[in-house]
């Protein structure tokens, strides 16, 4: 996508996970392209570097230290960021938790662990913001994965948060249309420079990983950015309860390391 810096001139919007790694990215490219944003997370010191950068570009930020899996205080991070921009236009869904574990030795607790951040997460963030997008229209952004498209090992807990937050696309997508309200996903790949990628495939594993995609290659956070602006912005206005993969065609090989 061509650089535009009035491309989400004048909007505002809210990421979860804002702080680090790929909503971190996304929040950069929003105030790239104009837009106010507010960033949440559980640790204030990356939250933190991350507003003062996006206060270098221009625009209006916001830090708000606050767990998704806490819906009131998560309500009251949207609402206060609604006031102080005077408006908010669009929700990216990105806090997100994962660990490698065979379905045979994952606990309750572990699996609850990701369903609550991940998909709980999801859901407490976007009714948060309905009233808000409704007084205007706007765009919810779901960050997803293509680990359930096949069988991923040791990635069962993550894969079934991710399912339901395509399901969650999809039907907000048909009942919240009506309202003005787009509801789009991106399933990524794996993804340079993230902390999950650095954990899940560390060393030849990663090399293995880029080798078996299509694209010889892994993803970077600036391919999740760019899809971001275009699903979120008004050349993507008649794109509504799709999920597009943003992965190098490697879930299409049946694989994910080589």
Not at 4 to 15: E, S
Not at 58 to 71: E, M, S, T, Y
Not at 125 to 151: D, E, K, M
Request: glycine share 12%; net charge neutral; hydrophobic share 50%.
């Amino acid at each position: 996508m061509a650089f535009d810096p009035a491309l989400l001139r004048g909007r505002a919007a809210f990421v979860t996970g804002g702080g680090t790694g790929i909503c971190r990215g996304i929040a950069l490219a929003f105030a790239r392209h104009g837009c106010n944003v507010a960033i949440a997370g559980r640790r204030s010191e990356p939250l933190d570097a991350t507003l003062r950068e996006i206060e270098t570009l221009g625009v209006r930020a916001l830090a708000h230290p606050v767990d998704v899996r806490d819906a009131a205080a998560l309500e009251a991070a949207v609402n206060a960021a609604a006031s102080a921009f005077g408006r908010l236009d669009v929700l990216v869904n990105g806090a997100a938790g994962n660990f490698l574990c065979e379905a045979g030795r994952l606990s309750p607790n572990g699996f609850a662990a990701v369903i609550d951040i991940d998909l709980k997460g999801t859901f407490h963030a976007c009714r948060a913001a309905l009233p808000h997008l409704r007084a205007r229209g706007g765009v919810i952004l779901n960050i997803s994965a293509t680990l359930h498209y096949l069988g991923t090992p040791m990635q069962l807990h993550v894969s079934a948060a991710k399912a339901g937050i395509d399901a969650l696309t999809q039907n907000l997508a048909v009942e919240w249309g009506p309202y003005g309200i787009r509801v789009v996903g991106i399933a990524r790949g794996a993804i340079a420079g993230t902390e999950g990628v650095d954990r899940l495939l560390p060393g030849e594993a990663r090399d293995r990983a880029a080798a078996a995609n299509p694209l010889r290659r892994l993803g970077t956070i600036d391919d999740i950015a760019h899809a971001a602006l275009f699903l979120c912005s008004d050349q993507a206005a008649y794109v509504n309860g799709a999920t597009l993969v943003v992965d190098g065609g490697q879930w299409l090989s049946g694989r994910l390391v080589g």
